[in-house]
């Protein structure tokens, strides 16, 4: 049974082909996943795009594909996460909004009026 590491070290790195090794392996073979970290790296965008643009080709295909077609080097990018806004945490404790509802009633929201909300969440204690 193989994670997403091993078929990235895989693609990237060894240049070992799992797929012949092991049975059953490409039910562990998640593309989208695949596709989205080799992304995050400018010499293996193109690769990765071909991929998402056959999103019906099987796993062994694409996993085939993308290892002959990248070159041997390490690679480690960590994914790009959403900032987090303070006030639209604040917002979504104090009405129990969703994020899409909390963006759009910081759009309405005056200033005075987020920081009495800001001011109503405080829970008391040591402030950093």
């Avoid at 990237?12 to 092991?22: F, G, I, P, Q």
């Amino acid at each position: 049974m193989a994670n997403l590491g091993d078929f990235l070290k895989a693609i990237n790195y060894t240049k070992e082909n799992l797929m012949v090794k092991e049975d059953n392996i490409e039910k562990d073979y998640l593309p989208f996943i695949i596709n989205r970290t080799l992304s995050y790296q400018p010499d293996c965008l193109i690769w990765a795009q071909e991929m998402n643009m056959r999103p019906f080709t099987d796993s062994k295909m694409q996993f085939d594909f993308l290892l002959n077609s990248i070159r041997k080097k390490k690679r480690f990018a960590r994914w790009i996460k959403p900032d987090k806004n303070a006030d639209i945490i604040a917002i979504k404790e104090y009405y129990g909004y969703s994020n899409k509802k909390a963006m759009e009633v910081l759009d309405i929201i005056s200033s005075d009026y987020l920081s009495h909300i800001h001011n109503s969440l405080v829970k008391g204690g040591i402030k950093k």
